[in-house]
């Protein structure tokens, strides 16, 4: 089983800056990669950003150049940097962790960005 607790959301001025944190705890050893995904009302859970243990990455098409992707391996924490927000980057993101037992999510926490 893994934990994962995330932190950092909140509302946020167009152009400005937020930085998620995800805590995974438990068998931290089966996972092979995390990341994140966000939701807006209405529309489908999207990724936005992944490591793998490696440290090879990836973004959504829609948040390169102003979002990244970083993990501290010794506090067992993935960030997601968040640079140059806009409107519609509002959503609720959630953290994920891709174990080889399955997949496990964060309970989520809430990005407002306000034009």
């Known amino acids: 089983q893994v934990q994962l607790v995330e932190s950092g959301g909140g509302l946020v001025q167009a152009g400005g800056s937020l930085r998620l944190s995800c805590a995974a705890s438990?068998?931290?050893?089966?996972?092979?990669?995390m990341g994140w995904y966000r939701q807006a009302p209405g529309k489908r859970r999207e990724l936005v950003a992944a490591i793998t243990s490696g440290g090879s990455t990836r973004y959504a098409d829609s948040v390169k150049g102003r979002i990244t992707i970083s993990r501290d391996s010794a506090k067992n924490t993935v960030y997601l940097q968040m640079n140059s927000l806009k409107p519609e980057d509002t959503a609720v993101y959630y953290c994920?962790?891709?174990?080889?037992?399955?997949?496990?999510w964060g309970q989520g926490t809430q990005v407002t960005v306000s034009s």
């Open positions: 438990g068998s931290i050893f089966s996972i092979n990669a």
């Open positions: 994920y962790a891709e174990a080889l037992e399955g997949d496990y």
